[in-house]
């Protein structure tokens, strides 16, 4: 494993940003950490990078212990939400900061400057300034700098969160495919579980200073550990008391074995889906997604009378942590 | 606000905007340099000719670069040292930097007196005894200059550090630079201007500061008598062809640091609008 | 938005700047998915990337402070106490100091109040109107604060003293008092408004008008208010420097005891008279004055961060 946490806990003032954080990175993925904002996914990637000091609990970092190292020993790459370039400095020159610090001769850092500079397609802009470039070409730069120490981990905190989403879309593609070509262990911190479900390898849901749950993708879609989980991954609506997801909802417009029966309230076309909206006799107020196909062959109304279920084999909460 | 509709209460208000600076302001500054060369140019480079009078130049500037380089060492360091760190009473330490801009000269220059002076000072007697003399001496008068014109740097320096905020920094730390490393290759670069703006207002301030040099300086001819002084022991004298003619210089001094920070400021302010997209 | 090329640019009342150092931006809300956490993650200590050597830095600062300013002023109320109450009271309420005391803080007064209307007024042409030569005054508004007090003196003389062209002898009267107040006064409420007027959106007092509000009403109701603490900044600053300034009337006003002599000049007599104590007692009332204004731009500055 490439980053051992243990029992981190950090406190700002009387808020308590993480509580007793236990975490293992696997080498060489592409680990996300999602939750909602506020939650201390940030806290944490700054503290794996050494930007901040936990109050309790021990970092080690490739099995190094590096609870008490300073940020300049540790040998991350950190990629800040805003760039954080260095404005009076070149592209060339950015890229080149950390190979200058560690005093290596001139002409490896030139070579290796064009190679990462090629690597993220702004060789043509060696010679501009940041403020020059858009910001998209700035986070590539950021990048690229980021990379030129040969750093043990990589660490990015929310670095699409101040593109536009055109932006963001093109760039997260791009953040995978670099990492299938440089392959370093990879921690990124989001807060949109589009993106995480997209680029991730392992999802790490971090809400009020605790990890939820940790696994691939499709594990935290189909199998979430709670509600909360649950919630954040996805369209959810509540049946029955349980968490389904709008499209493993069935209507039927005859009565069925253990469902439940409602009304339509209302019908909205989304595209090509078709969300209906149901009063239950229980007061709940369900949410069932369908395709248009669907819908019209059955030939749902508002006023209706239905009955709902849960698809067979449709993921749930598991029973236990409440939302 | 249309540009199209120019009601007749703007121009009312511009003709006393300008009318009152033109009465304060500028006829004033007019008739003083003509009042410096009424005698012709001639008589008034060889007025600058005269040792006293160079003496006092020499004086000034010496005492105002020495200002001004002693303010730009702390004057950087107060700035990081407020916005960078925490400690606590860092909002009395803030606002204790902005006295010297509320402080009268003259208080500034019986403070000085009465912690420095060799004779009845807090401190004087025992720098006596050490060789250095301070009141009615060079040194004085520098410090009186550097009191003064401390806040000047700070207060260009500051708003800019807030501004850039830390993430550079803490980039360049995660890159591998040491706090010295960071603050060189770093930090003082996207200061550089704001420090440039601070030097030269130090500097014009320097130069022309009076009333607490009079106190510390003791006012001896070629040896504690700097130009503000002499302008007005001149007059006094009844040589106001050489009063006028120092006047004119610093003048002109003055108004050339306001232009140079004007326009370094408007051209810095064209790149920006350039650069970001 | 330019900047302003200004010398006297109050820091406290500019609008506060974009995220402090190491906030987190508030996310965007996520489709369908509950906010847990309602609260942002609390305040960030700013990362100091200079931690020997800011202690160090500190410590130097402070103590080159302290030798230039702090306990020089200190030196300066300790000597004022030395006598004990009675003796500072009798050094501040003689005759002539008395009426230096009085004078002084009548012209500052005045001058102050003066200073927030023309100031306001000329902030208000150099940052909604436009005509040629508008660039020259930017300058001109400077000149007070750049050029020596001494010539100051010599400048207003050229113009109101005995040689007047425009038959104005004010020299070696009150009046001089307020004239140079008001020269050396000028850019300060000017140069704290102006940031502040330039940067209001007209947004706002668009909106006000297509409620109805006219441009009075606008300006009373919606400028007025935002550039107020501006306004105080500069008053606070005008009113410090008229109380204490010097330079320019050592020329202009003649120093004229119970006419035109001002509480600075008292201090200069005092001094010259070898009276340290009697020159510490009026400069401590000086000193109290410059401490209260010290005290209302920070309440000011920190009024304005909180608002913004």
Not at chain 1, 231 to 252: Q, Y
Not at chain 3, 1 to 29: I, N, V, W, Y
Not at chain 3, 57 to 62: A, D, E, F, P
């Amino acid at each position: 494993m490439s980053i051992e946490i243990s029992a981190v806990t950090k406190y700002f003032g009387d808020f308590r940003a993480l509580d007793a954080v236990d975490l293992s990175i696997p080498t060489g993925k592409i680990t996300a950490l999602l939750g909602p904002s506020g939650g201390g996914k940030t806290t944490l990637l700054r503290i794996i990078a050494g930007l901040e000091r936990p109050d309790a609990g021990r970092v080690v970092i490739e099995g190094t212990d590096a609870t008490g190292l300073p940020v300049q020993q540790r040998n991350v790459g950190f990629v800040f939400q805003h760039y954080a370039a260095f404005k009076h400095l070149t592209v060339a020159k950015n890229v080149a900061f950390g190979l200058e610090i560690r005093k290596r001769p001139a002409d490896e850092v030139r070579r290796r400057v064009d190679e990462l500079l090629e690597l993220v397609h702004l060789g043509q802009f060696a010679h501009r300034l940041p403020s020059q470039l858009s910001g998209g070409q700035r986070q590539r730069m950021a990048l690229a700098r980021a990379l030129a120490i040969e750093p043990t981990v990589l660490l990015l905190d929310e670095p699409f969160g101040a593109l536009d989403a055109k932006v963001r879309k093109e760039l997260r593609d791009w953040l995978r495919r670099l990492h299938d070509e440089v392959h370093v262990t990879t921690v990124f911190v989001t807060h949109d579980q589009e993106e995480a479900l997209e680029v991730a390898d392992e999802i790490v849901v971090i809400s009020e200073g605790r990890v939820e749950q940790v696994g691939t993708p499709d594990e935290l879609y189909d199998a979430p550990a709670n509600d909360f989980v649950m919630s954040f991954l996805g369209p959810v609506t509540r049946l029955g008391g349980v968490l389904v997801r709008p499209h493993d909802v069935e209507i039927s417009l005859v009565p069925v074995l253990d469902g439940a029966e409602g009304t339509v309230a209302r019908v909205q076309r989304i595209g090509f889906a078709e969300r209906v909206t149901v009063l239950t006799d229980d007061g709940e107020d369900v949410v069932v997604e369908m395709t248009r196909t669907s819908a019209r062959t059955l030939g749902i109304g508002v006023g209706q009378t239905v009955w709902l279920s849960a698809a067979a084999g449709a993921p749930s909460a598991r029973a236990g942590v409440s939302a | 606000m249309g540009e199209s509709r120019r009601r007749p209460f703007t121009y009312v208000l511009r003709c006393a905007v300008v009318g009152y600076l033109l009465l304060l302001v500028v006829w004033p500054l007019v008739l003083v340099v003509t009042h410096a060369f009424e005698g012709g140019a001639g008589t008034v480079l060889g007025l600058f000719a005269e040792p006293g009078t160079l003496a006092a130049l020499r004086l000034t500037a010496l005492a105002a670069v020495l200002a001004t380089a002693i303010n730009l060492v702390f004057g950087v360091a107060i700035s990081l040292v407020l916005v960078r760190v925490q400690f606590p009473g860092k909002r009395i330490l803030s606002a204790l930097v902005d006295l010297p801009l509320a402080v009268s000269p003259v208080v500034v220059g019986l403070a000085l007196m009465l912690v420095y002076s060799g004779r009845t000072g807090w401190f004087g007697p025992t720098l006596e005894s050490w060789g250095l003399t301070v009141i009615f001496s060079t040194p004085g008068i520098v410090m009186a200059t550097a009191f003064v014109s401390l806040p000047l740097v700070v207060r260009e320096v500051v708003p800019v550090l807030h501004e850039i905020g830390t993430e550079q920094e803490q980039a360049a730390a995660s890159l591998g630079a040491s706090g010295t490393q960071t603050f060189w290759r770093i930090t003082l670069p996207s200061i550089k201007w704001a420090v440039v703006y601070g030097v030269v207002l130090t500097l014009a301030r320097s130069l022309g500061e009076f009333g607490a040099v009079k106190v510390v300086s003791g006012n001896v001819l070629g040896q504690t008598r700097t130009a503000t002084l002499a302008v007005e022991e001149m007059y006094l004298n009844f040589d106001q062809q050489g009063a006028y003619a120092i006047a004119f210089l610093l003048a002109s001094v003055s108004v050339l640091a306001i232009l140079i920070v004007s326009v370094l400021r408007s051209r810095a302010e064209r790149t920006e609008r350039k650069a970001t997209p | 938005m330019s900047r302003t090329t200004s010398l006297t640019t109050a820091r406290e009342t500019r609008a506060p700047s974009s995220a402090r150092p190491g906030s987190s931006e508030d996310g965007l809300s996520d489709d369908g998915a509950p906010r847990r956490t309602a609260h942002r993650a609390g305040p960030r200590r700013p990362v100091s990337t200079l931690t020997r050597t800011s202690g160090l830095g500190l410590g130097v600062t402070m103590l080159w402070f302290s030798l230039l300013v702090l306990v020089p002023l200190a030196a300066v109320v300790a000597t004022a106490a030395a006598g004990g109450p009675a003796e500072f009271w009798r050094a501040v309420t003689t005759e002539q100091t008395l009426h230096a005391i009085r004078l002084t803080v009548l012209a500052a007064t005045a001058v102050t109040c003066l200073n927030v209307v023309a100031g306001t007024a000329i902030a208000w042409v150099l940052v909604r109107d436009s005509f040629p030569g508008k660039r020259a005054l930017e300058v001109v508004i400077d000149v007070p604060f750049a050029l020596p007090t001494i010539v100051a003196g010599l400048v207003l003389l050229s113009l109101y003293g005995s040689s007047s062209p425009l038959g104005l002898h004010w020299a070696n009267t009150p009046w001089s008092v307020y004239l140079a107040f008001a020269f050396v006064t000028l850019p300060f409420v000017v140069r704290t408004v102006q940031p502040v007027l330039a940067e209001l959106d007209a947004d706002v007092e668009e909106a006000a008008a297509s409620l109805g509000a006219s441009r009075t009403t606008t300006f009373r109701r919606i400028v007025l208010p935002s550039i107020a603490p501006a306004i105080a900044a500069g008053a606070a600053l005008s009113f410090a420097r008229g109380m204490g300034e010097y330079g320019s009337l050592v020329l202009l006003s003649g120093n004229l005891p119970f006419t035109s002599e001002v509480a600075s000049v008292r201090i200069l007599s005092s001094i010259e008279n070898d009276n340290l104590a009697g020159a510490a007692a009026v400069a401590t009332v000086l000193l109290l004055v410059s401490l209260a204004v010290i005290g209302v731009l920070d309440v000011v500055q920190r009024r304005v961060a909180r608002r913004g």
